[in-house]
T-cell receptor, first 115, second 115 residues
Framework: EAGVTQFPSHSVIEKGQTVTLRCDPI?????LYWYRRVMGKEIKFLLH????????ESGMPNNRFLAERTGGTYSTLKVQPAELEDSGVYFC?????????????FGPGTRLTVL | AQKVTQAQTEISVVEKEDVTLDCVYE???????LFWYKQPPSGELVFLIR??????QNEISGRYSWNFQKSTSSFNFTITASQVVDSAVYFC????????????FGKGTSLLVTP
């Protein structure tokens, strides 16, 4: 069974540009999460989808970040316009049910560098 | 306020030594979950253990063991007879009802095991 996949693995862009990160969860997993690790800091929760609905987006840093999950399958996270402080590793995770009862499986992450 | 504190930023041990990674958490919830994840050089986060707040039994899995102490709000992780393949960044995480059960991660401890 394929795990959580993320694309691209690395992205280098200039400040002001737009970048879209993609996450494909494990098939059948309704719950999808985005996290971010900025250099030297802890991994921070960004948001949580249940199917196509945003369950919790309290961790989204500002309105330059837009996450979607059309059809409840894959998800995209768009940063527009990117700023230097957006650099970091963006992780996606999925779980079959709530994290209380189900393990979150993480993807390999997308390393974003904003120059 | 940081909910999960991993005070050890980096640890270096020689193969076959035992090593303990510390994790201290903070929560007001009575129901919560604690996790440990391993991040090898390949980058993905690998789930190691989930422990709920009502189960203080220590757990052993091969060379890995976990000591959950509610009295000190700690969930420490010990690797016995460490091996080079144990070299990775280890993250402790907390999940609470108040945060919608999203994972709150510590900053991670980088473990280097040398031959």
């Amino acid at each position: 069974e394929a795990g959580v996949t993320q694309f691209p693995s690395h992205s280098v862009i200039e400040k002001g540009q737009t970048v879209t990160l993609r996450c494909d969860p494990i098939s059948g997993h309704d719950n999808l999460y985005w996290y971010r690790r900025v250099m030297g800091k802890e991994i921070k929760f960004l948001l949580h989808f249940v199917k196509e609905s945003k369950q919790d987006e309290s961790g989204m840093p500002n309105n330059r970040f837009l996450a979607e999950r059309t059809g409840g399958t894959y998800s995209t996270l768009k940063v527009q316009p990117a700023e230097l402080e957006d650099s970091g590793v963006y992780f996606c995770a999925s779980s079959q049910g709530p994290v209380l009862y189900n393990e979150q499986f993480f993807g390999p992450g997308t390393r974003l560098t904003v120059l | 306020a940081q909910k999960v504190t991993q005070a050890q930023t980096e640890i270096s041990v020689v193969e076959k030594e035992d090593v303990t990674l510390d994790c201290v958490y903070e929560t007001r919830d009575t129901t919560y979950y604690l996790f440990w994840y391993k991040q090898p050089p390949s980058g993905e986060l690998v789930f190691l253990i989930r422990r709920n707040s009502f189960d203080e039994q220590n757990e052993i899995s091969g060379r890995y063991s976990w000591n959950f102490q509610k009295s000190t709000s700690s969930f420490n992780f010990t690797i016995t007879a460490s091996q080079v393949v144990d070299s990775a960044v280890y993250f402790c995480a907390l999940s609470e009802a108040d945060s919608g059960y999203a994972l709150n991660f510590g900053k991670g401890t980088s473990l280097l095991v040398t031959p």
